[in-house]
């Protein structure tokens, strides 16, 4: 069981830039959110999805888009990248059956915008 | 909107001293309240939660105590080890427009002299 998945995990892009940052889970949940942190700060929720083809904005969805491409993935993406999402981005899924609410995140992704 | 408060935002304590941190929740309807220890550079891990059908939860050292009167609940770590030192994130679920949505709190870092 390899739980949360995200890739890659370090990537260096220019200003302008666009890219996709993926994430699968083998754990059969429901709902998937995609997380910001910056340094020394808590985590940000960017986008959720509660559940296979639906998408809801977090408190910071400027600047991204995302796919539920499936229940077990939901990617990120940034279309023109800026220095301001320079960041550590974790993706989360939860479950809300069997008893287990909690977050399961991924290992992060480091991206740095120069 | 929801919001949960975390406090101190940074804690030092001796090892083997006991560290308490507290957070406070506006949402009644909350019902789940997990807690996250954050080493450096790794992803958030789920350590201890409680739902909001009981008191108070304990798992060795790691103690969680809920007052739903009051909508604030607090975590409480004894005889504290150094490899205890890490951020520690609580949070809260509610149900937002049918969706369940975690809201974090902006984190604890404890820091365990030894």
């Known amino acids: 069981n390899a739980g949360v998945t995200q890739t890659p995990k370090f990537q260096v892009l220019k200003t302008g830039q666009s890219m996709t940052l993926q994430c699968a889970q083998d754990?059969?949940?429901?709902?998937m959110y995609w997380y910001r942190q910056d340094p020394g700060m808590g985590l940000r929720l960017i986008y959720y999805?509660?559940?296979?083809?639906?998408?809801d904005k977090g408190e910071v969805p400027n600047g991204y888009n995302v796919s539920r491409l499936n229940k077990r993935e939901f990617s990120l993406r940034l279309e023109s990248a800026a220095p301001s999402q320079t960041s550590v981005y974790f993706c989360?899924?939860?479950?809300?059956?069997?008893?287990?609410?909690?977050?399961?995140f991924g290992s992060g992704t480091r991206l740095t915008v120069v | 909107g929801e919001n949960v408060e975390q406090h101190p935002s940074t804690l030092s304590v001796q090892e083997g001293d006991s560290a308490v941190i507290k957070c406070t929740y506006s949402?009644?309807?909350?019902?789940?309240f997990p807690w996250y220890k954050q080493e450096l550079g790794k992803r958030p891990q789920l350590i201890i939660d409680?739902?909001?059908?009981?008191g108070e939860k304990k798992d060795q050292r790691i103690a969680v105590t809920l007052n739903k009167t009051a909508k604030h609940f607090s975590l409480h770590i004894t005889e504290t080890q150094p490899e205890d030192s890490a951020v520690y994130f609580c949070?809260?679920?509610?149900?937002?427009?049918?969706?369940?949505?975690?809201?974090f709190g902006t984190g604890t870092r404890l820091k365990v002299l030894a």
């Open positions: 949070a809260a679920r509610a149900l937002t427009s049918g969706t369940y949505k975690y809201i």
């Open positions: 409680i739902r909001s059908n009981v």
């Open positions: 949402d009644s309807a909350s019902n789940y």
């Open positions: 999805s509660a559940s296979e083809g639906t998408t």
């Open positions: 754990m059969n949940h429901n709902s």
């Open positions: 989360a899924s939860s479950g809300e059956t069997g008893g287990n609410y909690g977050y399961t």
